[in-house]
Each structure stands twice: as structure tokens, then as C-alpha cells.
């Protein structure tokens, strides 16, 4: 059995460096609504940027933990993204969320593989 919350950061350098990320990607996500769709709803990527960021490992974690699938962590969180960008993102067509979705993606998994733990770390507390 996998330990969810191991996935997710449960202490106070942790809860800041997700907050910092759930941010970062919500200004990734605006930039590639003015470039890409130019009308979706600020508050649908708001919501999108925060369920999509805690989600996305709490459902890895629990699938990884019954599946030996390669690539399952980076595969798990972008249908994640997708699946929200369709749920979420309702003023554009199909082609248009995907490539919002796909850039809030690059972006979740730089971000999680480089800046949570260097904030984490940077962080006293």
C-alpha cells in the first residue's frame, strides 16, 4: 500500500513551495490563455491550477501503488491536466485546451521536479 501523503508536502516549507508552484502555474496558465485562447475564465484556471496541482499526486500515488506501468508519474498527472482542462475550460474548442493544458503540464513538472525541493530546502522552517 502507498502512503498518500507522502506525496504530498505536510509541513510548513512544503505547504509554502506548493502555494509558491500553485501560483506560478496559475500565471502559466494566464500567459497561455492571452497567447492561445484569449477567453477563458480567470477564475477556471485558478481552480484548475489548484485541484490540478494537489490532485495530480494524490491519484499518481494510489495508481502507482497498484501498477507497474513506466512513466506512470509523468503519465498519471497529464491526464489529470487533461481531463480538468476539459472539465474546466469551457469557452474553447478541443485543440485550443489541449495546448493550454499541455503548457500548464510542462510547467506542473518543471516545477515539481525542480523548484519544490529547492524551495523546501531553502526554507528554515
Known amino acids: 500500500m502507498v502512503d498518500v501523503l507522502s ?14 508552484n500553485v501560483l506560478i502555474i496559475f500565471l502559466a496558465l494566464v500567459i497561455a490563455d492571452k497567447v492561445i485562447a484569449h477567453n477563458v475564465n ?13 490532485l495530480a499526486p494524490i ?44 503548457v500548464a503540464f510542462v510547467v506542473y513538472t518543471f516545477l515539481s521536479l525542480y523548484l519544490t525541493p529547492a524551495i523546501i530546502s531553502l526554507l528554515p522552517f
Open 7 to 20: 506525496f504530498v508536502p505536510m509541513t510548513l516549507g512544503g505547504i509554502v513551495a506548493t502555494l509558491v
Open 42 to 54: 480567470v477564475k477556471r484556471l485558478l481552480i484548475m491550477a489548484l485541484i490540478a496541482f494537489f
Open 59 to 102: 491519484i499518481g500515488s494510489l495508481i502507482a501503488g497498484y501498477v507497474a506501468i513506466p512513466y506512470i508519474g509523468l503519465i498519471l498527472p497529464l491526464i489529470v491536466w487533461i481531463i480538468l482542462g476539459e472539465l474546466l475550460i469551457k469557452e474553447a474548442d478541443m485543440k485550443t485546451k489541449l495546448k493550454v493544458v499541455v
